[in-house]
């Protein structure tokens, strides 16, 4: 349960 | 675009946040692009209902992350400027 960054990726369909 | 914490974050018409059960991840579908949240970004992402405000989102995940506050304030309402600004949410 330790905190990171989110990190969310975007991809063009 | 940024809401602060008393923003209500809510997906955009069309935009669907699900489990993909083939890539068994979450996943927020929108017109013509996908967003495929790590951890962080998908526990945040459970808790955009339209109704709880960026604040009390913060103050869910701080209560069960080890964290201070501030720096998971930081990082959600980045991610919500993020998503916000890419489309797939408004504040």
């Given at each position: 349960?330790?905190?990171?960054?989110?990190k969310?990726?975007?991809?063009?369909? | 675009?940024?809401?602060?914490e008393?923003?209500l974050?809510?997906?955009r018409?069309?935009?669907?946040?699900?489990?993909?059960?083939?890539?068994?991840?979450?996943?927020?579908?929108?017109?013509?692009?996908?967003?495929?949240?790590?951890?962080?970004?998908?526990?945040?992402?459970?808790?955009?209902?339209?109704?709880?405000?960026?604040?009390?989102?913060?103050?869910?995940?701080?209560?069960?992350?080890?964290?201070?506050?501030?720096?998971?304030?930081?990082?959600?309402?980045?991610?919500?400027?993020?998503?916000?600004?890419?489309?797939?949410?408004?504040l």
């Amino acid at each position: 349960m330790s905190w990171k960054t989110p990190k969310i990726v975007e991809i063009a369909l | 675009m940024s809401g602060g914490e008393d923003a209500l974050p809510r997906f955009r018409r069309g935009v669907r946040f699900r489990f993909d059960e083939i890539r068994q991840q979450w996943t927020l579908l929108a017109p013509e692009k996908l967003f495929l949240p790590d951890e962080t970004g998908t526990e945040i992402l459970k808790l955009v209902d339209g109704e709880r405000s960026a604040g009390a989102i913060i103050d869910d995940l701080a209560a069960r992350f080890d964290a201070p506050r501030d720096v998971i304030a930081t990082d959600v309402l980045a991610t919500l400027d993020d998503l916000a600004a890419r489309g797939a949410l408004t504040l």
